[in-house]
């Protein structure tokens, strides 16, 4: 089992920035691909980005690419989430989740995740 804790939400006006975190903790021996994901008020969840454990493959959405980037610090079991430039459309719960396995379109992902944490809101304000 990998338990993981997201941090770093709140709120932020439109063009602000906002870093997320993701700590990982339990079995943190395997090579977890790690993502994000977000789930607005009414909507379904959806697919943000996701990194692999090597940190060579990263995918985003085509809705935060060149705004977003996510990194990753094996060393410290933790996932970050670098949010520039938001937009209110960004407003949604973002959750933290881990992969044994890999995808390669984005629309995949959200079926390969084996574990999730339980979000952290993050809100922009116009």
């Known amino acids: 089992q990998v338990q993981l804790v997201e941090s770093g939400g709140g709120l932020v006006q439109a063009g602000g920035s906002l870093r997320l975190s993701c700590a990982a903790s339990?079995?943190?021996?395997?090579?977890?691909?790690m993502g994000w994901f977000r789930q607005a008020p009414g909507k379904e969840r959806e697919f943000v980005t996701a990194?692999?454990?090597?940190?060579?493959?990263?995918v985003y959405a085509d809705s935060v690419k060149g705004r977003f980037t996510i990194s990753r610090d094996n060393a410290k079991n933790t996932v970050y989430l670098q949010m520039n430039s938001l937009k209110p459309e960004d407003t949604a719960v973002y959750f933290c989740?881990?992969?044994?396995?890999?995808?390669?379109?984005?629309?995949?992902?959200?079926?390969?995740?084996?574990?999730w944490g339980k979000g952290t809101l993050v809100t922009v304000s116009s």
């Open positions: 990194i692999s454990w090597s940190g060579v493959s990263i």
């Open positions: 989740a881990a992969a044994l396995g890999w995808a390669i379109r984005p629309t995949a992902f959200l079926k390969v995740m084996n574990y």
């Open positions: 339990g079995r943190t021996d395997n090579t977890y691909g």
